[in-house]
């Protein structure tokens, strides 16, 4: 496997709609300085989305992944993305350092998408998704076990606590990648990834 040239890790934030994706990636670039690659956006100012034959659903967009990888190819070599998407598998193993699938109390997640106005048969798909833990598949599929944990997004502190714990995690790729000196300047311990909690109990 070539070495990783990129100096800040890549990581994605998955889920189910309104698990709290980007909740979490706004909140985690604003605290590390990471740039938040929201999918949405991507699709949107390179029109890469076909709208779906779908007449219960027309907003939707078919996202042809090819063009979508063509896009932020440059984005995932420099590194330090956090990539906001309710899909994963696209995404190449060998550009990507963490996985985090966030997860919902079902009937949060109802109440949540119900409030954005999301019609019966759409919500029933995303809770079946949820229920089925249909991205948490996906994500231990495609990637390496260790790489992929699980995040509740059920109240304002879990938000708190999972960006905290992101962080560290960060600081300690960076330690790992050859970026010791930066991070022991910034007064961080000496910690490595085996004495981590997330790979612990993630
Ligand atoms: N941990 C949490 N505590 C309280 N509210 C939350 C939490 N996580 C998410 N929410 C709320 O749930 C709603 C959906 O969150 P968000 O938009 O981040 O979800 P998403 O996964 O990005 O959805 P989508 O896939 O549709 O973009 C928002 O109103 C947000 O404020
Ligand atoms: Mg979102």
């Not at 909140?27 to 300085?33: D, S, V």
Request: hydrophobic fraction near 30%; glycine fraction near 6%.
């Amino acid at each position: 496997m070539p070495a990783i040239t990129r100096t800040d890790p890549n990581i994605i934030i998955t889920g189910t709609p309104g698990v709290g994706k980007t909740t979490h990636c706004q909140e985690l670039a604003q605290k590390t300085g990471l740039h938040h690659l929201d999918i949405n956006e991507v699709v949107k100012k390179h029109n890469i989305g076909e709208s779906s034959n779908d007449p219960d659903d027309p907003n939707t967009k078919i996202v042809d992944e090819d063009r979508l990888l063509d896009c932020i190819e440059n984005d995932l070599e420099e590194g330090g993305q956090i990539i906001d998407w309710h899909a994963c598998d696209l995404f190449p193993p060998s550009m990507i350092d963490l996985v985090c699938v966030v997860r919902c109390d079902n009937q949060m997640l109802y109440d949540r998408l119900k409030q954005r106005g999301y019609g019966e048969k759409k919500l029933q798909e995303n809770m079946d998704c949820e229920i089925m833990e249909v991205l948490l598949q996906e994500a231990r599929d495609a990637y390496d076990e260790d790489m992929v944990v699980e995040m509740r997004s059920e109240s304002t502190s879990d938000i708190d606590s999972n960006v905290e714990r992101i962080e560290q995690w960060i600081q300690n790729w960076k330690k790992d990648h050859g970026k010791a000196s930066e991070v022991e300047a910034q007064g961080q311990d000496g910690k490595r990834d085996e004495d981590d909690p997330m790979f612990l109990h993630g």
